[in-house]
């Protein structure tokens, strides 16, 4: 066994033997640009003169005040293209180009990832393929626009729930049929080695200038919260904390219309240990083994897997999981916005809202950190629709 492709016994790469060449490939590939000064070069130039960092650590005075306590947004919602998934979308692209691949691919959910990826390939000058459910494109039809305003050609996907966990199968599948010209962007900590380290370690900027950030402050974190789909965003922001005993981390999941309802995604807080696109990890699944449908109001929460790297942390303690169903976060929407004036992405609700239960239980001004992992503008089509009651979304 490969004991640096695990996180205690999960990882691995559970992927047919045509795949495993360009697995190799690829972890030979990034770890010479990981060493490479020229590579974190470019990419930190890239980083702070095209996404816009450092993002800020705002003091969200009126939330604070609200809940006793010392709240601060880690903002990467300000990136540009508006979320988090732009640091591993550039990261990864500048290594397909580095490799000579002609083309990239990549599997969406929200659109997000598709997004930054087709972004990262205007920018560098590669081919972009995005796998999206065709559900998904339907939730997200301005995310689908731009991709193609941005010279990406969207696939739509309509096996299964047409969501995320079909696009991802999709994407493998033609990934390993094109495996020596073609370069498979993942959008988040998921899938075989080296994928959840290679995105942890692109990721990780937003956890290192975050604890920077609080030190200029004189401060230290007694608690990080962020929302987990495959958990890029929260391990990104954890591994600024991993070492400190001291702070507690949280990831909180999408706890759809309730955990006792089947129209959820918390896969941590009611899956089982499984196999899902090539990693080890936990997994909601039926009695048979079967991967169960999910349910978000947010598109990139409704994976029935996780990182392996979280699947670690949860079993040995060092972070705490919960989950937050679509009305919480809605409300932690609108509080957010009504507060601060800062809209977040429904994805990013979802740990505002673990708010609510966190402050209750704490002695009074404590520092709290919030991973506020992307913006609204891409879910006003949904929060009008249940702010409005025009569709039955929660
Ligand atoms: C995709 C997405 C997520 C979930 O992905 P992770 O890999 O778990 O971070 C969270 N927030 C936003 C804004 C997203 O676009």
């Given amino acids: 066994m490969n004991t640096k492709s695990y996180f205690g016994k999960f990882g691995g790469q559970y992927v047919p033997e045509t795949a495993m060449f360009a697995l190799n490939e690829l972890e030979s590939e990034y770890l010479k640009a990981k060493a490479d000064p020229t590579f974190q070069e470019e990419l930190n130039d890239l980083l702070k003169n095209y996404v816009g960092r450092p993002t800020p650590l705002y003091h969200a005075k009126n939330l604070s005040a609200h809940y006793g306590q010392q709240i601060y947004l880690k903002r990467e919602d300000l990136n540009h293209t508006g979320a988090h998934k732009i640091n591993n979308a550039l990261g990864q692209v500048l290594l397909a180009k580095r490799m000579g691949k002609k083309k990239v691919i990549a599997e969406t959910g929200a659109g997000q990832h598709g997004v930054a990826t087709a972004t990262a390939a205007a920018l560098l000058g590669l081919e972009c393929d ?18 193609e305003l941005l010279g990406a050609h969207v696939v739509a996907i309509h096996d ?36 959840p380290s290679m995105v942890k370690d692109f990721q990780s900027i937003i956890g290192t200038e975050c604890r920077e950030q609080l030190n200029t402050l004189g401060l230290h974190a007694d608690h990080v919260i962020a929302c987990v789909g495959g958990g890029s965003n929260a391990i990104g922001i954890f591994s600024g904390f991993l070492d400190d005993d001291t702070t507690h981390l949280y990831g909180v999941e999408a706890g759809g219309y309730g955990i006792d309802t089947d129209m959820h995604a918390a896969t941590l807080t009611l899956g089982k240990e499984g196999i899902i696109h090539g990693m080890k990890t936990y997994v909601l699944q039926d009695k048979y083994g079967q991967i169960s449908p999910v ?100």
Wanted: aromatic fraction near 8%; charged fraction near 20%.
């Fill in 130 to 147: 995005v796998y999206m459910g065709a559900v998904d494109m339907e939730r997200q039809k301005l995310n689908v626009f731009r991709m």
């Fill in 295 to 394: 349910h978000s109001i947010s598109a990139g929460l409704d994976y029935p897997g996780v990182g392996p790297q979280h699947a670690h942390l949860f079993e040995s303690g060092k972070a705490t999981y919960i989950p937050i169903t679509d009305a919480e976060a809605m409300d932690a929407l609108v509080r957010t916005t009504r507060f601060e004036g800062i809209i977040p992405a429904i994805e990013s609700a979802h740990a505002l809202a673990y708010l609510e239960k966190l402050c209750p239980s704490l002695p009074a001004n404590q520092t709290i950190v919030v991973n506020v992992s992307g913006r609204g503008d891409k879910d006003m089509h949904t929060v009008f629709s249940v702010l409005k009651g025009e569709k039955d979304e929660i």
């Fill in 160 to 195: 299964g729930l047409k969501t995320l966990k079909e696009a991802t199968t999709a994407a493998i599948q033609s990934w390993v049929a094109e495996i020596e010209t073609v370069f498979y962007v993942i959008g988040s900590a998921v899938g075989p080695h080296p994928y």
